[in-house]
């Protein structure tokens, strides 16, 4: 599979210039999100170590065609969580230059900030994992649990149950597959191809649209090792 993972909700690419906050009461800064970050800074991993903070990352990183710029009730009323709960989180990500202050805006007398992811997917390279192995497990473990949570709401609302789906929108029911068995290498090869083909397809830009359905796909492959012999 990929020397890399592609987080895009979630090549290298870089976030120039990102720091400064737009004025109050601006429209959105017009600074250009990069097409994709490269997670090769720690704490970056650590801010992406929590579930919660991966949430707000999956409502700002929504549509990579055109980065919402939310407040922090607009994120929090997108996730069902208390507002409160939310900030910490917040800049906990702002901290880590994953999202930016894009605008503000005074909210009966009270400045408001808005903010907007930096990158449009993330880039996170395999040798750097390895190198940071806890905290990449974490990390991981955050995306994985984000898209759980999100399959099972999808799973048991019964607007995307076959019952209801007509069949033009097949598409909208959940499916998962798991699957452990053996097979020869040769045959072990010809699925890792194959996977390969589907993430490439998934990565293809150029059959993104704007007003299309969201979907999320999460796609894994690992080979196990055999026993050492008694």
């Given at each position: 599979?990929?020397?890399c993972?592609?987080?895009?909700v979630?090549q ?14 601006s429209?959105?800064d ?15 991993l ?6 919660t ?41 702002e901290?880590?230059?994953?999202i ?23 880039h ?22 984000n898209?759980q949570?999100g399959?099972f709401?999808a799973?048991?609302d ?28 040769a ?6 191809k194959r ?31 055999e026993?050492?012999?008694?």
């Amino acid at each position: 599979m990929n020397d890399c993972i592609i987080v895009s909700v979630w090549q290298d690419g870089t976030v120039e210039d990102l720091q400064q906050p737009a004025g109050v009461g601006s429209d959105v800064d017009p600074v250009t999100p990069a097409r994709t970050k490269a997670v090769d800074d720690v704490d970056i991993l650590r801010a992406m170590a929590d579930p919660t903070r991966m949430a707000i990352l999956s409502v700002l990183m929504d549509r990579p065609d055109d980065l919402p710029v939310m407040s922090v009730k607009e994120i929090a009323a997108r996730l069902g969580e208390p507002q409160t709960k939310l900030y910490r989180h917040v800049k906990h990500l702002e901290a880590a230059g994953l999202i930016r202050v894009a605008a503000t805006r005074l909210v009966s007398g009270i400045l408001e900030q808005r903010y907007q992811a930096c990158q449009r997917e993330l880039h996170l390279d395999r040798s750097f994992m390895r190198a940071h192995a806890d905290e990449s497990e974490e990390a991981l473990s955050a995306l994985f649990d984000n898209f759980q949570a999100g399959f099972f709401a999808a799973f048991k609302d019964e607007r995307f149950s076959p019952e209801q789906v007509q069949e033009a929108e097949r598409y909208r029911i959940p499916a998962l597959c798991y699957s452990e068995t053996r097979v020869s290498p040769a045959r072990a090869a010809e699925i890792n191809k194959r996977m390969q083909e589907f993430t490439d397809l998934l990565g293809d830009k150029t059959t993104e649209d704007p007003d299309g359905v969201p979907i999320y796909v999460l796609v894994g492959y690992f080979t196990g090792t055999e026993p050492e012999p008694s």
